[in-house]
């Protein structure tokens, strides 16, 4: 059996420069270094857009390659690999050659853009920071801890002692989990006959709490009457008395009834508006 040695020599070469180089098998890192120190020579103007445009290109398999890690999260690819783009271009307009290889500075600057887009742009609702990191860190927990197949879901306790947290913020970090998107209120709550939907379930104004609020307020005016106009506004209001029937059985003119009514209301609606503007000014 005849082995060609030449050939064996050159492609253990080949694969030693890969090796050496740290290239992988989609070799999506291309050698920009000399296109890199013209950029870093140009001013703005027609050439440096060229340059910039031949280094975007050259380097953009690997800002797709980045994107697709993020994939079946809610995102489509497409607009990832836009995101992923706009980071590729940030990252060529602020790297410095003489601080060393462009991808080690490109892949987190990237990588940062994609996962500022997630949380700035995918959450129906704005959700702090804080909250945010928290649900990355719950996540990755509850990801870790059931790795093993057939492990059981671990309980709050056990994600607290895991990520480092207690358990308030893990308990805020899983509803965090549950809030990324929002439910329409028109989704259905039930598939039977007579199913509802989520609005159905959402309280709605009640006019009865101003009532409450108003009687509560008309109370301390209410005490300070004289007994008689207090009694003239009971038989009036509560026993739903006529003004003629008030003054047969206090022995006095029905008009007479009409203006103590009108005066005692507006005292006791001067005194309710009053209390109201103190309380306001009290808070403030």
């Known amino acids: 059996m005849v082995i060609d040695m030449s050939t064996s020599r050159s492609e253990t070469s080949h694969t030693t420069a ?13 050698d920009t270094a000399a296109a890199f120190a013209r950029l870093a020579g140009l001013g703005d103007g027609p050439e440096r857009d060229a340059v910039r445009e031949e280094l975007t290109e050259a380097w953009l398999p690997m800002a797709h390659r980045i994107a697709s890690r993020f994939r079946d999260r809610g995102e489509s690819v497409e607009d990832l690999r836009q995101v992923a783009a706009l980071g590729l271009v940030k990252a060529i307009d602020r790297f410095d ?7 080690s500075y490109a892949v987190p600057t990237i990588t940062g853009e994609i996962k500022r887009h997630f949380r700035d742009r995918m959450w129906a609702l704005r959700v702090p920071r804080r909250v945010q990191e928290l649900r990355n860190k719950v996540r990755v927990a509850r990801r870790e801890l059931t790795q093993s197949p057939g492990s059981p879901e671990p309980s709050t306790a056990r994600i607290a002692e895991y990520a480092g947290l207690t358990e308030d913020e893990v ?7 549950e809030s990324f998107s929002t439910l329409s209120l028109d989704a259905e709550l039930s598939s039977d006959d007579d199913g ?15 009532v409450v609020v108003d009687r509560e307020a008309a109370k301390e005016g209410l005490r300070r009457l004289p007994e008689r106009e207090r009694a003239i506004l009971y038989m009036r209001f509560f026993e739903d008395m006529t003004q003629n029937r008030i003054a047969d059985r206090l022995g006095i003119s029905q008009m007479h009834v009409s203006r103590l009514i009108s005066r005692s209301c507006a005292r006791v609606r001067e005194e309710a508006l009053g209390q109201g503007l103190r309380t306001a000014f009290a808070k403030e």
């Open 97 to 103: 050659p003489s601080r060393g290889a462009f991808e």
């Open 171 to 177: 308990a805020t970090g899983m509803e965090a989990l």
């Open 18 to 30: 890969q090796r050496a180089s740290g290239r992988r098998s989609h070799d999506d890192a291309p």
């Open 196 to 210: 509802y939907s989520l609005a159905d379930t959402l309280g709605s104004s009640d006019s009865a709490y101003d």
